[in-house]
């Protein structure tokens, strides 16, 4: 059973405009999110995260919104720009004292110039 | 910035070969894990070691096993390749775990298929 799911595969968006990225969870108890940013033959690299007792956080042109309640978040970039083209997996990870991340299965994002 | 290696990007090998894969980090992190990427299923854990000799199944080991001699090496190793273990191989470290959702470093990722 999917705990983290990431419901829409790809998303095509204009340059300079929002890229928004959905990501729906199943356990109360995830303490942190994580998304990360996979480029092709490459491995992920860590964007952002947030945590559980937040709401919002924001890194330059990201920023991540979670919605316990909804038990949903998403990633926001403003504005996209064409290198920002690549597959975004959003995680979460289990309460301290354990390993275990949990990860989406990704959608490809594509940005046009 | 915490590099982590891997010993190939891409390997080819026949169903039934032993396979390893190697991967090698340089910042001293207790914890080291191996995912593997397939379309449309995201990244899969496959086994983490939280120090020097012990290991942990994650969600998919079998047909796996692993090795952690040194702090910095972890091994994955295929004991029967199969073509149903066709996937990008990805290694990753931390040093808290996810503890203060301390996020994992990965390695550039090995391209692994079996005919």
């Known amino acids: 059973d999917q705990q983290v799911k990431q419901n829409s595969p790809s998303l095509s968006v204009q340059e300079g405009r929002i890229s928004i990225l959905n990501c729906d969870y199943t356990?109360?108890?995830?303490?942190?999110f994580l998304w990360y940013k996979k480029y092709p033959a490459e491995g992920p690299t860590f964007l952002i995260s947030?945590?559980?007792?937040?709401d919002k956080n924001e890194d330059g042109r990201f920023t991540v919104f979670l919605n316990k309640s909804a038990k949903h978040l998403s990633l926001h970039i403003v504005p996209s720009q064409p290198g920002d083209s690549a597959v975004y997996f959003c995680?979460?990870?289990?309460?301290?004292?354990?390993?275990?991340?949990?990860f989406g299965t990704g959608t490809r994002l594509k940005v046009l110039a | 910035d915490v590099k982590v290696t891997q010993s190939s990007r891409y390997l080819v090998k026949r169903t039934g070969e032993k396979v390893f894969l190697e991967c090698v980090q340089d910042?001293?992190?207790?914890?080291m894990f191996w995912y593997r990427q397939d379309p449309g299923l995201g990244l899969r854990l496959i086994y983490f070691?939280?120090?020097?000799?012990?290991?942990e199944k994650g969600d998919i080991p079998e047909g796996y096993s692993v090795s952690r001699e040194k702090k910095e090496r972890f091994s994955l190793i295929l004991e029967s390749a199969s073509t149903n273990q066709t996937s990008m191989y990805l290694c990753?470290?931390?040093?808290?775990?996810?503890?203060?959702?301390?996020?994992?470093?990965f390695g550039p990722g090995t391209r692994l298929t079996v005919l």
């Open positions: 070691s939280y120090d020097v000799k012990m290991k």
């Open positions: 947030i945590s559980s007792i937040k």
């Open positions: 910042m001293d992190h207790e914890n």
């Open positions: 995680a979460a990870s289990e309460p301290s004292g354990t390993y275990k991340y949990i």
């Open positions: 990753a470290s931390n040093l808290h775990g996810t503890s203060g959702g301390g996020a994992l470093n």
């Open positions: 356990n109360s108890m995830f303490d942190y």
